[in-house]
């Protein structure tokens, strides 16, 4: 997640609450991204899917994380599923985010000193 720092910190000019309020807004996003995915998938709202990737998709191209892109992605097929591919598939979309938003939060557990 050096990678994520790095261009936090450009793209911020180097401005800590920017920095801080800006990790806020994208772990709220992936708070938001994993609730939908979770209805979208179990409820096939290949609307809502849609409409949740596309808007994570500016998070995970400008930050550089593929794999939740590829997951996103994933989403819609894996609503048109059985209940385990579902299931699979919200499991390691959950880990997956949980494991973006620790590494963003350890990232910059130093401007809060």
Sequence with gaps: MDNFRR???????????FMIDLVRVCLADLDEFMVNSQ??????????LTFTNHKIKTISAFFGMAEL??????SLEAAMGENG???AHLNKLSTTING??????????DLYD
């Design 69 to 74: 892109d590829k997951l996103s992605d994933q």
């Design 39 to 48: 209805h979208g998938v179990a409820d096939k709202d290949f609307e809502m």
């Design 85 to 87: 591919v579902k299931t």
């Design 7 to 17: 261009k936090l910190e450009v793209y911020a000019r180097g401005d800590r609450q």
């Design 100 to 109: 973006i938003k620790s590494d963003m939060k350890s990232s910059i557990s």
